[in-house]
């Protein structure tokens, strides 16, 4: 295995991540052992899989400090848990109580995550939340983009990362998906942020994009 950024590694064409709660699986990914547990990181079931395998080029760190909003079952947040560490936290937001339950569940395996049930669009329902190095979001909303803007303005450390999956159909079907990443990125430079990559989440996720910013 050769590492490729910080806490990913690769093998041909599939990425993996270090198994920090070795023996267990997240989502009946695929494991390897070699040196250390490796679990594969499967880019048609995590946005920022497909992000990485289509250039992304910001590094997550260990202890960085996340908060992920839409973290659903915690198939992403499972592999963030990997790479940032027993020094890291993901304070990981889902609304559904039906995946929550599963996150709950995740997060009795994996101390870093820290599941908080509530709507984004509310972030001072936690605003008691720390300041944090990176702000994820993956939310299937028209009003994705300004939700990220409002959370990054109330938590994101001066010079943090943001990272936006883009859902392209969620935001206007009318629009081609190209043009709705282009639209996004403007109300990120309007609200402040530098915009790092766009990228483009083909072959894995169809009329997907991915935003990385920074504030």
Do not use: C
């Amino acid at each position: 295995m050769k590492e490729i950024t910080n806490g990913v590694y690769n093998e041909g064409r599939e990425i993996f991540t270090v198994n920090s709660a070795p023996g267990t699986k997240v989502y009946g990914e695929q494991v390897i052992k070699k040196d250390r547990e490796y679990r594969h990181w499967d880019p048609t079931r995590s946005k920022l899989a497909a992000a990485i395998l289509n250039g992304l080029k910001t590094e997550i760190n260990k202890g960085s400090k996340i908060l992920y909003l839409g973290a659903s079952t915690g198939t992403t947040p499972s592999h963030l848990s990997d790479i940032i560490g027993t020094n890291g936290i993901i304070y990981s937001v889902e609304f559904a109580e039906r995946v929550f339950r599963s996150l709950l569940e995740l997060s009795e395996k994996r101390q870093n995550i820290a599941p908080i049930m509530a709507d984004a669009r509310k972030p001072e329902t936690y605003g008691w939340i720390e300041s944090v190095d990176i702000v994820y979001v993956d939310l299937s909303q028209p009003e994705e983009t300004e939700i990220a803007i409002r959370n990054a303005n109330m938590f994101l450390k001066k010079g943090g990362l943001l990272l936006i999956a883009i859902k392209s159909q969620s935001i206007d079907v009318t629009k081609k998906p190209a043009d709705v990443y282009k639209t996004e990125s403007e109300k990120l430079k309007s609200a402040g942020f530098s915009i790092l990559q766009l990228i483009d989440l083909e072959p894995y996720e169809e009329k997907h994009g991915f935003i990385a910013a920074s504030l």
